[in-house]
């Protein structure tokens, strides 16, 4: 085996998404953003850990056959803020991109306040968070009830 | 690029272990029973629904410089039945063994009576669950309720 191709973790793909530079441990938070799961039908391929020259430890993830859109992509800024988009034509990058923080995201964030309208079952209504970045941290303020949220992580429903 | 390479979704490690032939759609399940999350420190590596002459699709799971232990991999018998183990040493199959599925398991099920001891808050008692196979389809029993479980997926805790 080249020295090279063992040292990538997972190899290339023909056509697709590749979600690089996610932070380290955070590649299944980007599946369940995405609504990657076991209904899932396209090839879809993980690293997690993998040395990075530029930080260290990376995740990366792919999916092949599928170009995620840009609104979708860019939820992943709640998780992993430096992540880099390749959309593949061919084994070539076709686009690259780095996703932006939504300023509002819908039905990803679960609100912490069972009061909230967004939880209750008689109404069921979409959650909906306000996204800002304060001294570098990612902070969801719920549309409703304007209950905040900074451990994101915890509150992801996927 | 070989087209050998093209194909192979995840590349060799060095050493560590290999989950093959886990049910297509499963591998994010075979993560949780294996306690890999956000915290793992190891590479890991995984793939859900990539060709395979024997499945049709399938699933795998590479955990790098980790020796997983054979009663945790058995545990990996309640969703993927077929999954195949090959334990890596300098890029060559070691040991190689299918899973098989354990008589008692603790502490990876839910169960979903309520009343339970194991769901007691006051007392926590570690789940444990009788597994049989019945038809073809494992079913888990709590060894201190009695509850069946068929849906196994669905209280895995991880």
């Known amino acids: ?49 993998v040395p990075s020259k530029k930080m ?4 990366i993830v792919k999916v092949e056959g599928k170009f995620i859109n ?16 390749n959309l593949i034509r061919d084994y070539r ?7 932006h923080l939504p300023r509002i995201v819908e039905g990803i964030l679960k609100c912490p306040n069972k009061s909230c309208i967004s939880n ?12 800002n970045l304060h001294e570098n941290k ?3 303020k719920c549309y409703y009830c304007s209950k905040k949220i900074t451990e994101i992580d915890k509150y992801l429903t996927g």
């Not at 840009?70 to 988009?85: G, H, Q, S, V, W």
């Open 120 to 131: 209750c079952s008689k109404e069921p209504v979409i959650s909906r968070f306000y996204v």
């Open 56 to 59: 260290g430890r990376k995740d």
């Open 138 to 140: 990612v902070i969801a």
């Open 1 to 49: 085996m080249k020295e090279k191709d063992k040292k990538l973790t997972i190899s290339k793909i023909k056509e697709g998404t590749v979600i690089d530079h996610i932070s380290s441990g955070k590649a299944l938070l980007v599946l369940k953003i995405l609504g990657i799961g076991s209904k899932t039908k396209e090839t879809v391929s993980m690293a997690m850990n």
């Open 70 to 85: 840009k609104e979708e992509l860019n939820r992943i800024a709640l998780i992993a803020p430096k992540a880099t988009i």
């Open 93 to 99: 990058v076709d686009k690259k991109f780095k996703v």
